[in-house]
């Protein structure tokens, strides 16, 4: 069965440490997304990325970075150098395809919350 | 444009009450989903509609109902609510293209005493 696994419940690091968050997935489809959500204490659930299972290529957008790998089915999403406001949970997340219909849906992890003190 | 919206953003019921969520969109978005988030839990999804006058289960389905009459919006009905619906309740839509992603509303805070 499709699954998305966050096995880190709570990371606290100290502010300006890099920070890495791990996302293992299971999938039987053979072209599926994968996502990274942001969700601050404020509540709303922020986009960050999102990878196609074709494209292994690592992504780094300013302090973030994103590890790609299909032969571990990891999908791990690294801060450096973090900062206050990285403080928040984070969700990775799994789109599949609903084979009966066609359409697809999405499975999020269970999220880590981390926690960058100053 | 607005994007998402949820109507209301906190509620306060009684078991055995009943309320409809209301979620709303202008992008034209095909498929809308409703999930709920609970501590250490995550998203679950509850229902979700791939179009006008179509709605499927998701993985948490039981005890809400949903309805999508019009294209831009997605009713999620508690008919009898129960303490166990004391969640957060997300709503998102997306186009048909799976190269995007979902775009979520702000959350309604449900508490069902």
């Known amino acids: 069965a499709q699954k998305v696994t966050q096995a880190q419940t709570e990371i606290s690091v100290v502010e300006k440490e890099d920070v890495t968050l791990d996302c293992v997935y299971e999938?039987?489809?053979?072209?599926?997304?994968l996502f990274w959500y942001k969700q601050p204490p404020s509540g709303e659930l922020v986009f960050l990325i999102r990878r196609n299972s074709f494209d292994e290529q690592n992504e780094i957008s300013g302090r973030y970075s994103w590890n790609f790998q299909k032969s571990t089915s990891s999908f791990n999403f690294t801060i450096t150098a973090s900062q206050v406001v990285d403080s928040a949970v984070y969700f990775c997340?799994?789109?599949?395809?609903?084979?009966?219909?066609?359409?697809?849906?999405?499975?999020f992890g269970t999220g880590t919350r981390l926690k960058v003190l100053a | 444009n607005a994007g998402v919206t949820q109507t209301p953003k906190f509620r306060v019921l009684k078991t055995g009450q009943s309320m409809t969520l209301l979620c709303a969109q202008d992008m034209n978005h095909e498929y809308m989903y409703w999930y709920r988030q609970d501590p250490g839990m995550g998203l679950r999804l509850i229902h979700y509609?791939?179009?006008?006058?179509?709605?499927a289960k998701g993985e948490v389905p039981d005890g809400y109902n949903v309805s999508r009459l019009k294209k831009q919006n997605f009713l999620l009905g508690l008919e009898s609510a129960a303490p166990s619906q004391t969640s957060v309740y997300f709503c998102a839509s997306i186009t048909a293209d799976r190269e995007e992603t979902q775009y979520f509303g702000p959350g309604t805070r449900l508490l069902v005493l």
């Open positions: 999938t039987r489809d053979t072209t599926y997304y």
């Open positions: 997340a799994l789109s599949e395809v609903v084979h009966t219909s066609g359409t697809y849906k999405y499975i």
């Open positions: 509609s791939v179009g006008e006058g179509t709605t």
